[in-house]
């Protein structure tokens, strides 16, 4: 028996992202502008660094990690992998069980991974304000977090539904030393038309997206530049992440294991990216021992996948970003409150898209009572309490690992812990009070929200068909 | 330039704890009973397990860990110790700034390494229940996990202040499987009565703590026996926290240094004892290569060593327990709602104490605001939110590496941050919007106390004098 807690050391911190883009079964569809209906970046390189908007379109393999990144890395990196010894005992399961943990980052949540080199490219560049929005809070932490590290302020943009659920997010934001506002607010256009229309709004990531875009927009006018930054989605942010896949390869190196399946929550994608990419590049590049099976898990309050449509649609409530060729539950989508926030986003990264489609990973729809279910096996067992989002994977990690039960198979099951849910004990009260309901998302919004898509952009349905290969729609 | 973070291997738990009592300047004086007013142990056989007894009085300087415990421990232990680069950097001080983090435990605080092991020895004699009062609520989180582990049901008493300012330590209890009762309480005579009196009462620990003792001792009517279990001042309760000192030996020797100060909060003495014993053993055995120092650091809202008297009091306010020989504020203080619950205690461990008077520890009282001050320092270098209570340490620490500036000293500094803030942001909210308060606890109302505790003991100060060496009253 292996220690429990397989630990690296900081020189092991990797050295390089790893970036899915040049191992994907085809080339990434371009963004489209919604003036034109013609391949575009939009506004893009008025909101981001240079640094970052090269890392997004790069076709490079390998990206190397600034000294000065990996340096704020071993504040709480390398992570450690943990095997959930505990957990199979509770389950009977003769599978193993790992997760990566990435609830020791001074946020809480993996995403750190790409707020500090977010930070630093802007630094580098003479930005001295970030502008981001936040679901959950935990990217909203990450980037305050970052952004005092390297001397810049920052403003977050925090879904209402969140900023009421979880106070304290904001606290730690200013900790850390940034401005949290709950939104949609009166400091945007956007906010401002979307609360006249409905004043008891809870918001969405989308809504709040569109109020830190336009004010990264808006602020070219004060004289002081304020960039953008980004938590998921986005390849640079999805790459970044990375650097929890590549030390989880190290770690299953001293074990002498490897991964059978795969799981990872999916809000925007990120962490689960993070996790899986360096074994997907195992895959391609022939290198890996066992044919590993890559599981996302989201929500049925947020089922992007298996119930949204692969077509192109803005990132943003407001229309501001260019079209996105993802799967959609579309950009007016308004989530219910569900307790994971960090899932509630009407879209996914768009290499997930494509792996989606190609089949190369699969996704499952996991409602809340049941993440909490096996969140409740899964503290008492581990100790450790997980964030709502990651209780989804775990979820469905408890449903393979009881399988093997059946068919007495030893598989090794890896998944990702993106966080700890110590800012989330409202959602754990209620769920222990048995408050909590389920939630399907119903199939006919999508429908809608897909004809009025359709309805905005005519010439939609052929450009989806130009560049999307088996598209849905 | 050496690893930010420490790591030892899970191998490397320690087999066994370390009792100061043999290596004391002079034997313990012994609890009196208030019924005689002589040596006696009073309701302690009743309410604790064998073991626990023995370890409680034992004089052997070390005690086998069983292994079912080093199982547990391995959840987290052994803890990282942090060189503070970035903190010493912030300070411009060129003294060596070094914590030993025990918030990665279940219960994100040290609290956890002596819970579990009282679990262990409660179930291994066949209890079934536990009981035990709770300050800031660490104490009674780390007891809920540990209960879980080992199949215990278990009842936490939380101080009515931390259980307001507090709610989701509560859930925490929950999602570990116990059960937790604002004290004072309806469930016993003692709350009942104080309640009563004053159904307003934020409550106090003294308070909590007769209550779950009444509980224990009540239950044998019940037929189901509830042992009572205790987060401080006991001597067991200090040894099994050496684990981290221990570590910490281990740790230093890595990295070929050695503290020359050594820092922790007081509540009851607990964590700064299982920090600092270890060298202090290195002392007395004349192993240490350097004359190490040893600060305490408390409150001056609670300021026991440096305003109290070192006498003999109860350690409840139902006066239910023995007398105890310990600097005391009086078992009747009725602290003021500050922001470190851990270190609301009227009393301390009785090692401690001794230590005190002889000198062999210094004691500092720190304000919160300034607590908290430097705590701002610390979350914007080393990105961790300390624990309200571990910032009075950090306060201290800053202030020795400010003066290493002008000496122009590189001194080694360590100190023990025993937890994480993440359940404590009502403190840092109040704090960054600038509304917190310093607070003195004046020492007349010291004074008044120990009257009183005359009146009710008029043999008290023969007993004290023939008990305590250079005893202050």
Not at 98 to 121: F, L, R, W
Not at 365 to 374: E, G, K, L, M, Y
Not at 387 to 398: D, S
Request: glycine share 8%; proline share 7%.
């Amino acid at each position: 028996m292996h220690d429990k807690k397989i630990l690296l050391k900081e020189t092991e911190i990797p050295k390089q992202w790893y970036n899915i883009v040049p191992d994907l079964p085809h080339p990434l569809p371009p963004f489209i502008e919604k003036e034109t209906g013609k391949p575009g970046v939009g506004i893009v390189p008025k909101i981001f660094p240079k640094a970052i908007i090269g890392q997004e379109i790069s076709q490079e393999r390998w990206i190397d990690i600034p000294d000065e990144v990996r340096e704020i890395y071993k504040i709480w990196r390398p992570s450690p992998l943990y095997r959930a010894y505990r957990l199979e005992k509770a389950l009977k399961t003769p599978a193993k069980i790992y997760y990566k943990y990435e609830g020791t980052s001074p946020a809480g949540s993996h995403k750190t991974n790409s707020s500090v080199p977010q930070a630093y490219y802007n630094m580098k560049e003479g930005i001295t304000r970030v502008t981001t929005e936040t679901g959950a809070g935990q990217w909203g932490s990450a980037l305050s977090f970052a952004a005092g590290v390297f001397g810049l302020e920052a403003t977050v943009y925090m879904v209402r539904a969140s900023f009421d659920q979880k106070p304290y997010r904001k606290t730690m934001m200013n900790a850390f030393g940034a401005e949290c506002v709950a939104s949609p607010s009166n400091r945007t256009a956007a906010g401002r038309k979307i609360l006249a229309e409905d004043p008891d709004t809870k918001g969405s990531l989308g809504i709040a997206i569109g109020e830190a875009v336009e004010d990264s927009l808006e602020s070219e006018k004060t004289g002081k530049k304020a960039n953008y930054t980004i938590g998921s989605v986005f390849n640079h942010v999805c790459m970044h992440q990375t650097v929890a896949g590549i030390e989880t390869q190290k770690q299953f190196a001293m074990v002498e294991d490897y991964p059978d399946a795969i799981y990872g929550c999916i809000g925007g994608g990120s962490s689960f990216s993070g996790l899986f990419w360096p074994f997907y590049h195992d895959k391609t590049s022939k290198k890996a021992p066992k044919e590993t099976q890559f599981f996302a898990v989201e929500p049925t309050a947020c089922p992007k996948v298996t119930r949204g449509y692969y077509t192109y649609d803005h990132g943003d409530t407001a229309k501001l970003t260019p079209l996105v060729p993802m799967h959609t539950l579309g950009h007016d989508f308004m989530p219910a409150p569900i307790h994971a926030g960090g899932l509630r986003y009407h879209g996914i990264a768009p290499t997930i898209s494509v792996l989606a489609q190609e089949k190369q990973i699969s996704t499952i729809a996991v409602n809340q009572v049941d993440a909490f279910d096996s969140a409740k096996i899964f503290i008492r067992s581990e100790g450790i309490i997980p964030a709502p989002e990651a209780a989804h994977a775990i979820k469905a990690v408890c449903d393979d690992a009881r399988k093997c039960i059946e068919t007495n198979t030893q598989k090794t099951i890896l998944f990702a812990l993106t966080g700890h849910g110590f800012f989330d004990m409202t959602a754990y009260d209620e769920y222990f009070s048995g408050k909590l309901q389920p939630y399907e998302y119903p199939v006919e919004k999508v429908a809608e929200s897909m004809d009025k898509l359709r309805k905005l952009y005519p010439w939609l349905n052929d450009v989806t068909k130009q560049y999307i290969t088996s598209c849905k729609q």
